[in-house]
């Protein structure tokens, strides 16, 4: 049971007790936990806005102390006394509420600890040290905390050292690299600690700087402390404050989420102090780029996008945005730049709000990078002052406060726009707001249960409500002239109208992952990019040239994140997103499905400018009772598509084009298709995906990037999901093998799991025979090099065709692909064997194909099996097609016999494919016959088999005894067998299938004697089986080579002729 807590500061905390811990009064401890005794507890510490380290919260050692030693009287909620350091090393303030419980800390096996400095080194490597750990583990009633990324939370005991504030010192310059198998536990006398000399790494500190008041001379404050030292008497920085009121300076600037200023240690929760502050007229800098700027901190700057990159606002928009050179204010706000890579910027970058870009750009796209402004000095003065202007005058210009704001909300299909928006408008002037004709005003709904947003997703959000200014009135008519104001309740009287079509800033407020709510999803950046060319001239002054709206048809797998990729480009473009399952439009009757699509339409139109994206789209007249596509309703499609509104966008998704009519396809003006994810691209969205996700140290992303060819962004997301329930199933089995209660699972994850590379390898094996069977791919066997013996030219011959361009795509350029590699030779030679290898060794997929498989009766459908397995081994490239006994799929064209020349389409079918795979170049085909001379010459070209291998009989005794030994590796041979005895007796054309066929002999002959051992009472069946020399010898009277002598010498014909052969051509 969690009991109420609020934070409070001690100013002077007790020395002798760790300043990383906290204190508790005994009564109210007790009073709360009545069943936990003692001086110490380990307690879950989670605090409201999720402003603690983490989100589920995090542990902390606390110290029960006496009424007398805090003399404080008993509180309604729980006090947790805490130092100064704490508040800073966390990043918390002061009276933050929160909860707090008893919490089970997990032992530890395994900590690696990093010491930053020579004489904490020196201290942790000491034996004092590590006896005084061993004993402070060993002793009951102690609470040994270590958390991973955090410093070592050693209690103080005067074994450590003999001055407390010593110890103090040097615990907080030894961190805790590494916990296992939990991020956070207790270190017992079983727990292994491995320390580290970490004096090269740099030492920075993850505290956060509480937000302090700012007044008039903040600026002499934040230049003064810079470390460089500079003064405001320097004589540049004064040169360029005198000529900065009349110069123009160039800014960039990048647009951060409202979600990222108001998450823990934001800007927003760092300046929470400086009452007033609007995030949505401000952009934030850090000290140094305020000083480089010559501006105070919150002074008043013209802004404006440079005039050669704005772009006319759209006719769908008001009119009133339209308007040219109109003043764009902004406040100039420094903030703390400790967690600034957080956001990853960079220190001479300003960050806004997507609303003040918005404005700012008049509509403009959203910049995924950094974006150019222009700023001036503005001066809010009379005109008989205006001679007298000093460079001081700028921090004291505001601007005049409205006396009427008329505003009009924005519809958007989020919320309704008739709502009760009185308390959240009140709420919002609650403050000074900088309001401007035509512009939009974002406010947040977080915490108003009545607009909460209950998605498709089942996702519960808070939208942004959006409102427009249609018209602002000073005070008086010298204001007039001024098109910025400030409102707030108290000197504005607020008029709310109608409602307005107008588009909106793409602010979320929405907890949740990054790569969800990117502007630019890794991975799938190449598609939004194609949206935002096909999307984006529609809603410029283009448009009225154009006839009719935009429609595009994006294709590609399930769960391959065309959702992703629109909400990306609708977010960029600020466009209401309204999606729609078109199972949800299908009916019983044509007619009703009819009346479903006409009100999906409607309501786009209503929400206009917008996109409306229809998924599942070959749904829609789809074939009921066994007759053919609902023509009627496809037509309705077509023409609810062809006269949608100017402003709607339509995007219809699909898996694959071939699963709609061709009448529906062409009412699309435009298509887009989600190629494979390359390797880089898995990567980037494995990493982006997992920032939530506590890895371990041994997990590799790259290395998973290169074993999940062929995954999607679902796949991808199942094998995250698939990892962390590996490692919970892991973890629950160390902790507590029998069974674990509902409280004892909560309790490991609060510690913290880690999903390990042992996890990841678990998941992929899942999920990769699952990925095998859905594509129609047979699952490789583990076969390695190791398992194929001998053919030392043979393989080289097949990595130089293959994995050199894996490893070198460079090459490629240079004219070095080779599409297809032939196998051939006398049977049992290892030549699929070698197939299977290439596979596993280069880490592709692999489809193995059976050349009589795919031919079928009806006219077409062989030619379709051939299109749809390079079609498969495209969508999982990189891959290996093996195509097995291919001069049966294969035969020479004009020779085959058949009245309906099925053949010869089929070799067709088969040539063009292969002509096709120059376009993909992680796409390869291995074939494998033992008549070579049958194959149709077409195929044996360069561009197509042009590189052919030869895999005959190893001839050669060392050869053989190779294969013997590949052969031998799975079985148990007695140490008294001489293989090269063996190999000595054996006949010497023997294939690699026959030496297999030898050992399998063998071993049979060993089972016979195992057994009549076993009867006869000299050996039992717990004993090893082994292979002796007798078995061998017994194996070798029956054996006989699979190919002749003749069948040798006619392979060996063979081999000349195609050596002669490619000898003659130029």
């Not at 000083?291 to 996008?305: D, H, P, Q, R, Y």
């Not at 006719?315 to 967690?339: M, N, T």
Request: with cysteine; aromatic share 6%.
């Amino acid at each position: 049971m969690a009991a109420p807590v609020k934070l409070q500061c001690l100013d002077d905390f007790p020395t002798h007790i760790h300043p990383l811990h906290v204190l508790i009064n005994k009564s109210q401890f007790t009073q709360q936990f009545p069943d936990h005794t003692g001086h110490t507890h380990a307690l879950l510490l989670s605090l409201m806005e999720q402003q603690s380290p983490c989100n589920r919260g995090f542990l902390v050692c606390a110290h029960i102390t006496p009424e007398e030693e805090t003399d404080v009287n008993i509180l309604t909620c729980l006090a947790v006394y805490v130092s100064k350091s704490f508040l800073k090393h966390y990043g918390l303030k002061e009276h933050s509420p929160g909860t707090v419980r008893p919490q089970c800390l997990l032992p530890l096996k395994k900590i690696v600890i990093g010491a930053r400095t020579k004489q904490s080194f020196k201290w942790a490597s000491s034996e004092k040290f590590s006896n005084a750990l061993l004993i402070l583990a060993s002793c009951h009633g102690q609470t040994l905390l270590a958390r991973q990324g955090d410093a070592l939370l050693l209690p103080y005991h005067h074994l450590l050292g003999e001055e407390a504030a010593q110890v103090q010192q040097q615990l907080s310059e030894v961190m805790v690299l590494d916990c296992t198998p939990v991020s956070q536990g207790r270190i017992t006398v079983d727990t292994s600690v491995v320390l580290s000399d970490c004096r090269d790494l740099e030492l920075s500190s993850t505290s956060i700087m509480l937000a302090s008041s700012l007044f008039v001379s903040d600026f002499a404050q934040y230049a003064s402390s810079l470390s460089s030292g500079g003064s405001l008497l320097n004589s540049r920085v004064l040169d360029f404050s005198a000529f900065s009121q009349a110069l123009e300076c160039r800014l960039d600037v990048r647009v951060v989420d409202v979600s990222d200023l108001h998450k823990p240690g934001g800007i927003l929760s760092r300046l929470e102090r400086d009452e007033g502050l609007d995030a949505d007229s401000t952009v934030f800098v850090n000290k140094s780029l305020l000083l480089k700027l010559g501006v105070f901190n919150g002074e008043w700057v013209i802004a404006s996008v440079p005039a050669e990159k704005m772009k006319k606002t759209p006719p769908a928009q008001s009119p009133v945005l339209a308007e040219q050179g109109r003043v764009h204010l902004l406040a100039i706000k420094a903030f703390d730049s400790v967690r600034q890579q957080d956001m990853d910027v960079k220190d001479n970058v300003g960050l806004i709000s997507p609303v003040q870009w918005f404005n700012l750009a008049e509509g403009m796209p959203v910049p995924v990078g950094n974006k150019t402004i222009k700023i001036k000095r503005w001066n809010k003065v009379s005109s008989r002052a205006e001679s007298q202007i000093s460079v001081s005058a700028c921090r004291c210009a505001v601007p005049p406060f409205a006396k009427e704001l008329h505003i009009e909300a924005v519809v958007s299909p989020d919320y309704s726009s008739h709502g009760p928006f009185d308390s959240i408008l009140h709420k919002h002037f609650s403050s000074p707001r900088l309001v401007q004709r035509g512009s939009i005003l974002g406010i947040p709904t977080e915490g108003h249960p009545d607009l909460i947003e209950n998605s498709s997703e089942g996702i519960l959000s808070w939208p942004v409500l959006y409102f427009r200014v249609k018209q602002v009135c000073g005070f008086s008519a010298e204001e007039e002239e001024v098109s910025s104001y400030l409102a707030d309740s108290s000197h504005t009287s607020l008029y709310m109208g109608g409602s307005a079509h107008s588009r909106s800033p793409c602010s979320v407020l929405q907890k949740g992952w990054s790569f969800w709510t990117s502007l630019c999803p890794p991975g799938l950046s190449s598609t939004v990019e194609q949206l935002l060319t096909i999307i984006q001239p529609h809603f410029s002054e283009s448009c009225l040239t154009l006839k009719r709206g935009c429609s595009v048809l994006l294709m590609g797998p399930n769960g391959s994140g065309k959702v992703t990729a629109v909400r990306a480009a609708s977010r960029r473009l600020h466009l209401h997103l309204i999606k729609v399952d078109c199972v949800s439009l299908c009916a019983d009757t044509a007619a009703a499905c009819e009346a479903k699509m006409r009100s999906v339409f409607e309501r786009a139109e209503l929400h206009h400018p917008c996109v409306l994206l229809l998924r599942n789209l070959q749904l829609l007249g789809q074939p009921r009772d066994g007759s053919e596509t609902d023509s009627r309703v496809t037509s309705t499609l077509c023409q609810l598509v062809a006269a949608a509104h100017a402003s709607v966008v339509v995007v219809g998704s699909v898996s694959s084009q071939r699963e709609l009519s061709s009448d529906v396809t062409a009412a699309f003006v435009h298509q887009v298709a989600l190629e494979s994810l390359s390797e880089e691209q898995r990567r980037m969205m494995l990493s982006s995906l997992s920032e939530d996700l506590l890895l371990g140290k041994d997990v590799s992303l790259g290395k998973i990037a290169k074993q999940t060819a062929g995954f999607v962004l679902g796949d991808l997301c199942t094998l995250l999901t698939s990892a962390g329930k590996a490692a919970h199933r892991r973890l629950l089995q160390t902790y507590f093998p029998e069974a674990a209660s509902e409280q004892e699972e909560e309790d490991l994850c609060v510690s913290g799991v880690s999903v390990t590379s042992e996890d990841f390898s678990a998941a992929l094996d899942v999920l990769q025979e699952a990925h095998s069977q859905a594509i129609g791919a047979p699952k490789i066997p583990s076969v390695r090099w190791q398992d194929v013996g001998g053919l030392q030219q043979v393989k080289k011959e097949i990595l130089d065709t293959i994995q050199l361009p894996l490893e070198h795509p460079e090459l490629l350029s240079l004219g070095l692909r080779r599409s297809g590699l032939l196998l051939y030779g006398p049977p049992g030679t290892g030549k699929t064997l070698l197939a299977k290898a290439v596979a596993t060794e280069c880490t592709m997929t692999f489809l193995s194909v059976k050349g009589p498989e795919l031919i079928n009766m009806y006219v077409g459908q062989s030619e379709e099996n051939i299109r749809e397995v390079f079609s498969k081994a495209r969508t999982a490239a990189p891959c290996v097609i093996f195509f097995d006994e291919l001069d049966s799929l294969a035969p020479n064209r004009g020779h085959s016999g058949d009245s309906g020349g099925v053949m010869d389409r089929v070799v067709s079918q088969l040539l063009a494919e292969l002509d096709g795979l120059h376009s993909s170049g992680d796409v390869f085909v291995i074939g494998a016959t033992n008549r070579p001379d049958l194959l149709d010459q077409s195929l044996l070209r360069p561009g197509r088999f042009d590189k052919l291998v030869y895999v005959g009989v190893n001839e050669d005794r060392e050869s053989q005894l190779q294969v013997l030994k590949a052969v031998l590796r799975r079985f148990k041979v007695d140490p008294s067998v001489c293989l090269s005895e063996v190999v000595e007796s054996c006949p010497p054309q023997l294939t690699g299938a026959d030496l297999y066929a030898l050992c399998s002999d063998a071993m049979m002959c060993a089972i016979k004697r195992k057994i009549s051992r076993i009867a006869e009472g000299v050996d039992s069946e717990a004993s090893a089986l082994t292979l002796c020399s007798e078995d061998f010898r017994q194996a070798l009277a029956g054996l006989q080579p699979s190919v002749s002598e003749q069948q040798l010498n006619r392979y060996k014909l063979i081999q000349q002729k195609f050596t002669e052969s490619k000898n003659k051509s130029p």
